[in-house]
């Protein structure tokens, strides 16, 4: 079964600068693809950036890009340029490349200090 | 166009009760997912529909859970007989998927569902 962990229940940045969220996942599987999704406080969950599997180029929407580690197994999320309203839940999640369903980590808290 | 809306938003109920949530996908997607989500952890996959079609159930959804599609449109989850291990938000996705291409599965804002 495929597993997703993200090793640090919270982290912390200032506004204006950049943050890294960690994810690593495990799976026997060459055809999946990795998201990240956010969920604010009390609203509902949205995603942030997609990476398919077989794609080499990392992903980048904006200020929010991914290092794409294939063969480590890693997929970590860059936020540069903090800003007060990147402060939610980042869930890293895992979805087989013939798959249905997404298998998510347990997920980071993000806070934004002014 | 509309995301992703469940109703109700909240649900307060008492042991024993049954309950029953209501998801309405963006319009043109033909899968519908249910996942459940407990406090400070991620969500956990329920089971999903191919347009009318349960295709999939996760060990997660006891037999006090039942979820249907009718006409491969809105999606109902029922939960019979609650038990305060139930207590959880439940969230709905949708996506449209054709051959191999993978879309994104969008959200909608859960129910909150707190059993007494």
């Known amino acids: 079964a495929q597993t997703v962990t993200q090793s640090q229940p919270e982290m912390s940045v200032q506004e204006a600068e950049t943050v890294t969220l960690s994810c690593t996942y495990d799976t026997s599987e060459s055809d999946y693809y990795l998201f990240w999704y956010k969920q604010p406080p009390s609203r509902q969950m949205i995603l942030v950036i997609r990476?398919?599997?077989?794609?080499?180029q990392n992903a980048t929407e904006n200020r929010f890009s991914v290092n794409f580690q294939k063969a480590a197994k890693s997929f970590s999320l860059k936020i540069s340029d903090s800003q007060l309203g990147d402060a939610a839940m980042y869930f890293c999640a895992y979805k087989k490349g013939a798959g249905n369903m997404l298998t998510f980590g347990g997920g980071t808290r993000l806070m934004v200090k002014p | 166009d509309t995301g992703v809306s469940q109703n109700p938003r909240h649900k307060i109920t008492k042991r024993g009760q049954n309950v029953t949530f209501r998801c309405d996908p963006i319009?043109?997607?033909?899968?519908l997912y249910w996942y459940r989500q407990t406090l400070g952890q991620g969500p956990e996959f329920l089971t999903y529909?191919?347009?009318?079609?349960?295709?999939?159930k996760s060990r997660l959804l006891s037999d006090r859970f039942s979820a249907e599609r009718p006409k491969g449109s809105f999606s109902t989850l029922e939960i019979q007989r609650t038990e305060q291990g139930d207590s959880a938000m439940y969230l709905c996705a949708s996506s449209f998927e054709a051959g191999f291409s993978t879309d994104t599965q969008y959200f909608g804002p859960g129910t909150r569902l707190t059993v007494l």
């Open positions: 990476q398919e599997a077989y794609k080499q």
């Open positions: 529909f191919q347009n009318e079609a349960q295709l999939e």
């Open positions: 319009s043109e997607h033909n899968r």
